[in-house]
Each structure stands twice: as structure tokens, then as C-alpha cells.
């Protein structure tokens, strides 16, 4: 047996709490590519929490501007520059 479900839109947008907001933030920043799966857990647009997360950022949702750069800097890779030099050089040496 087939059941339909009817889903209707009320037309109201949802809202969430300035606390809500940063932990959605800090929990999209808390690990590498969870920006999506972060949006779609909480059903918002993936462009509405990267507009949270420039904000959560410059600290305009009240999160401390160092803390997340410093999650940030946790979550780049290490980069070795002498590796990197080389890199650059054989790029440009043609044989």
C-alpha cells in the first residue's frame, strides 16, 4: 500500500536564535567539508550559513573573531614551503 504525504508550505520563514545561529556556525566550522552536511541536517540554504559564517567571522553574531580563526588555522593542512619551492621551480624548468 502506497502512502502519500502532503506537505504544505505555510509560508513562514523559519527563525533562528542568535545562540542557535553560532552553534550551527561552529559546528560547520568544527571539522573540514561539513558546510553542507551542516545546512542539510538543519534544512537551511548551504548560502545562508556561509552568509552566517562571513558574519560569525567578522564577529557580528557575537562569536569571537580569534577562536574561529584559530579552528580555522587547525583545519588547514600543514604545508611544507621547501616542497612547495620545488614545486614552483619544476613547473617552470622545461626539459
Not at 22 to 41: C, N, Q, Y
Not at 68 to 87: G, I, K, M
Amino acid at each position: 500500500m502506497l502512502e502519500i504525504l502532503d506537505v504544505t508550505n505555510t509560508g513562514r520563514r523559519r527563525r533562528f536564535s542568535l545562540a542557535e545561529k553560532i552553534r550551527i556556525v561552529e559546528e560547520s566550522l568544527s571539522g573540514p567539508k561539513l558546510a553542507r552536511a551542516t545546512a542539510r541536517r538543519y534544512g537551511i540554504a548551504l548560502s545562508g550559513l556561509y552568509q552566517w559564517r562571513r558574519q560569525y567571522q567578522r564577529g557580528e553574531l557575537g562569536g569571537d573573531l580569534r577562536e574561529s580563526r584559530r579552528a580555522q588555522a587547525r583545519l588547514r593542512p600543514e604545508v611544507d614551503t621547501a616542497d612547495l619551492d620545488a614545486h614552483r621551480k619544476r613547473r617552470y624548468i622545461r626539459t
